[in-house]
């Protein structure tokens, strides 16, 4: 992969700007980093990198409101820490918070919830700096099919400077997780999507056990703890041995063993399987949501129409045992509600999450070829920063917005001053007379 030429640190919106037309001024392509936590080469570039690590915080707060406005570097750690602080939260919010706030949404990061979106639903208003250097803002008010594309933009329609957040007050979540046959949670799939605010559950390809999160909203003004409702937040030192020791050293010594041993995978996933064990605890929101994840991974992951979930897992549960590298990392199940994002992945249609994962350095592309070829089955729409092969026909096929997203892109980036590698794979070059917008 191209290193980039140039790598800026930009402060203010004026040195974003000025890196954006500087870069234009010497025929360089540009891209904003995020965290770097995507599994595809969607940020990279051989032109110049603009690291906003130094373009972090939160500028304005109406806590009456929840109107929120954050610079586009902010990490979401250090967001939920500020939102925190002010009684605030992110409503809804994926597994890691190590991403900055504009990458994540450039994906179309979610977490999980029948009833909720992904982030990029959260987003009231966004702030841009285009290819010509301009600063222009849009929300569903102001520019309207900007903000559309924006939202959820793949970095390919300019710098977002600031984004302004719907929060919601701050909340306690209840985490209940046990292991339930995976028979079971498959026939009752819906019913526990509907029944929980944010439902998941993992399943060890080679196992019968799935593990089922269910987290809910305790309701504003119970406290959890002993005197309040039944649920205790989690001792410190109880965190650390089921977070960090069991679920990263414990497991990545797993790993590490079964990469040594391949054959020995599949009895290593079935102990995995057998050790889940049950827990309940309540804690601020942000802190239920997001867990360390130390073992190292590849992933892909599609969203699928719900009611596909049944004939993928089916498919899965059927053809992984066959496959000549067996598989280490369990299979993740979210949900989200349908939203009008042009390239968000649950668009116009109630979604499941499925995502997989192998180790890092075991073998991975039969699995997800096989995964790829099941989920083509029934519509599926890749994550943006996890693993896939598609490209523009299929895309376009798959996405009723997608012609509209390149239009605007062809309106604000006409000679692909944000364009990349990828972005020529997932939405065509729009300076090859053969592909045209
Ligand atoms: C361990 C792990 C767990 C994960 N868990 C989840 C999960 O629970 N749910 C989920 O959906 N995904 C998850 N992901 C995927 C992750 O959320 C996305 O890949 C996300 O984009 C990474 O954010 P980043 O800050 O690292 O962005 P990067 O990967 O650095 O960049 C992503 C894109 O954003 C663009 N970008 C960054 N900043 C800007 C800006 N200011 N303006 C315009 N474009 C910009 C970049 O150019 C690039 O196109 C996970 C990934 C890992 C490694």
Not at 79 to 93: F, H, I, P, T, V
Not at 240 to 251: H, I, K, S, Y
Not at 260 to 276: D, E, G, H, K, V
Not at 373 to 394: E, N, Q, Y
Request: contains cysteine; aromatic residues 8%; proline residues 6%.
């Amino acid at each position: 992969m191209a290193a980039p030429v140039r790598w800026c640190q930009p402060r203010t919106e004026a040195e974003i700007s000025a890196a954006v037309k500087d870069a234009a001024a010497d025929g360089l392509p540009v891209r904003a980093l995020g965290s770097g936590h995507s599994f595809t080469s969607i940020a990279a570039t051989a032109g110049v990198a603009l690291d906003l690590s130094r373009w972090t915080g939160i500028t304005a707060a109406d806590t009456q409101t929840g109107l929120v406005t954050v610079r586009s570097g902010t990490t979401l750690r250090t967001l939920n820490a500020e939102l925190g602080g002010l009684g605030l939260a992110m409503a809804n919010l994926g597994d890691i918070d190590a991403q900055t706030l504009a990458g994540a949404l450039s994906t179309g990061t979610h977490g999980t919830g029948a009833g909720l979106g992904g982030l990029a639903t959260q987003v009231e208003a966004l702030d841009l700096v285009l290819a010509d250097g301009s600063l222009v803002t849009c929300s569903a008010a102001s520019r309207p099919e900007l903000f559309a594309a924006a939202q959820i933009g793949l970095g390919a329609l300019g710098v977002i400077t600031s984004v302004t957040l719907r929060c919601v007050p701050s909340f306690t979540l209840v985490a209940d997780e046990r292991p339930v046959p995976v028979d079971e949670v498959l026939e009752q799939f819906d019913s526990l999507a509907a029944a929980n605010d944010h439902f998941e559950f993992y399943w060890f390809p080679y196992g019968r056990q799935a593990l089922v999160k269910r987290n809910n909203r305790l309701p504003a003004g119970l406290a959890p703890g002993p005197h309040g409702q039944a649920v205790a937040a989690m001792p410190g030192w109880r965190r650390f041995w089921e977070f960090e020791v069991m679920e990263n050293t414990a497991f990545g010594t797993l790993c590490r063993l079964g990469r040594a041993r391949p054959p020995l995978i599949p009895a290593l996933n079935r102990l995995s399987s057998a050790a889940l064990s049950s827990r309940s605890y309540a804690d601020v929101s942000h802190r239920v949501f997001v867990t360390p994840r130390r073992v190292r991974f590849v992933e892909s992951e599609y969203a699928v129409p719900r009611e596909s979930l049944l004939h993928v897992l089916g498919e899965l549960r059927r053809q992984v045992p066959r496959l000549a590298d067996p598989v280490m990392f369990p299979v993740e199940v979210r949900v989200a509600a349908a939203d009008d994002i042009w390239l968000s992945t649950a668009y116009g249609r109630d979604t499941a999450y499925v995502a997989i994962h192998q180790y890092t350095g075991l073998p991975y592309r039969s699995y997800f070829d096989l995964f790829e070829s099941i989920v083509a089955d029934v519509a599926g729409r890749p994550h943006w920063g996890k693993m896939h092969t598609l490209g523009t026909g299929r895309l376009r096929a798959l996405y009723p917005r997608y012609d509209e997203f390149r239009r605007v892109r062809a309106e604000v980036d006409p000679e692909a001053r944000f364009g990349n590698a990828y972005l020529t794979q997932v939405l065509g070059d729009p300076l090859r007379p053969a592909d045209p917008p």
